[in-house]
C-alpha cells in the first residue's frame, strides 16, 4: 500500500511558477508509475502528466506540454510537477496518484492523495 502526500500548492500570479511534491510512503515507490492530475472547481478531473518506474518515460497532456515538467526522485520516494508559465486556467485543486500498469491517463492509479490547490490569479 502506497500513502501520497501532495505540497507546494499556492497563490502565483500569471506567468509565474510553482514546484508540486507528493511524497509517498512505504518501501516500493520505485515499483509504481506516477501521474498528476487536476480537478477544477466544476469540472472533471484531468490527467496532467505521467511519469514510469524509472522517471526516463513521461507523458503530458497537450494543455501543458512544454510549460509542466515531472520527475521523480526514487531515493526520496518523491515525484514533482514543475509548472511554469502558469495561466488561470491552470486553476485547480492538483492530485497525484500511483499505478502498477502504467503513465498514462488511463493507468488505473489505485492510490491517491488529498491534493494541493493551486491559484493562479490574473
Known amino acids: 500500500q502506497v500513502q501520497l502526500a501532495e505540497s507546494g500548492g499556492g497563490l502565483v500570479q500569471a506567468g509565474g511558477s510553482l514546484r508540486l511534491s507528493c511524497a509517498a510512503s512505504?518501501?516500493?515507490?520505485?515499483?509504481?508509475?506516477m501521474g498528476w492530475f487536476r480537478q477544477a472547481p466544476g469540472q472533471e478531473r484531468e490527467f496532467v502528466a505521467g511519469?514510469?518506474?524509472?522517471?526516463?518515460?513521461?507523458n503530458y497532456a497537450d494543455s501543458v506540454k512544454g510549460r509542466f515538467t515531472i520527475s521523480r526522485d526514487n531515493a526520496k520516494n518523491t515525484v514533482y510537477l514543475q509548472m511554469n508559465s502558469l495561466s488561470p486556467e491552470d486553476t485547480a485543486d492538483y492530485y497525484c496518484?500511483?499505478?502498477?500498469?502504467?503513465?498514462?491517463?488511463?493507468?488505473?492509479?489505485?492510490?491517491w492523495g488529498q491534493g494541493t490547490q493551486v491559484t493562479v490569479s490574473s
Open positions: 496518484a500511483a499505478s502498477l500498469n502504467g503513465w498514462g491517463p488511463r493507468s488505473g492509479y489505485s492510490y
Open positions: 512505504g518501501r516500493t515507490f520505485s515499483r509504481y508509475c
Open positions: 511519469i514510469g518506474w524509472s522517471g526516463t518515460s513521461t
